[in-house]
């Protein structure tokens, strides 16, 4: 008996709702990214695609520890000189909310081809509605 490898056509992807209401970022960050990769089910495969489509409702009631909400920097540069950006995670939750998971989610995914493919299948709402009722999405409480 040879080992199991998983094959993209076989895989089947559900859809996932995560509400973040009073989550804290890093942690709720790790569920989604282990959903994202398919580390929950018994089929992963490191190089293929098994995870599931996350939905994230409720991104602007995120909570940061510490003095994180103060002290943390997100930061961007242009390319020319002096084209560094930076906004605080006050000032980013308050601009764009979903952008905290975002990039939070990202780090923790591998930075390749197949990364940024399982991010597209992240889907972020910084209130708590969101479009995807038609896939009937399962919700989890983490």
């Given at each position: 008996m040879g080992t199991f490898q998983a094959k993209k056509e076989e895989v089947e992807k559900k859809w996932v709702l995560i509400d973040a209401?009073?989550?804290?970022?890093?942690?709720?960050?790790?569920?989604?990214?282990?959903?994202?990769?398919?580390?929950n089910k018994p089929i992963y495969t490191p190089y293929v695609d098994t995870g599931d489509f996350v939905i994230v409702t409720n991104a602007k009631k995120v909570r940061l520890t510490g003095r994180k909400i103060e002290d943390k920097v997100y930061y961007q540069h242009s390319g020319y000189p002096g084209g560094l950006k930076s906004i605080t995670a006050r000032d980013l939750l308050k601009k764009k909310p979903e952008d905290v998971i975002l990039k939070a989610v990202k780090g923790m995914l591998p930075k390749n081809r197949l990364g940024r493919e399982m991010l597209k299948k992240l889907k972020v709402y910084p209130g708590g509605t969101h479009p995807h009722q038609s896939q009937a999405p399962e919700t989890i409480d983490l």
């Open positions: 209401d009073g989550k804290i970022l890093g942690r709720l960050a790790s569920k989604i990214a282990v959903i994202l990769r398919g580390k």
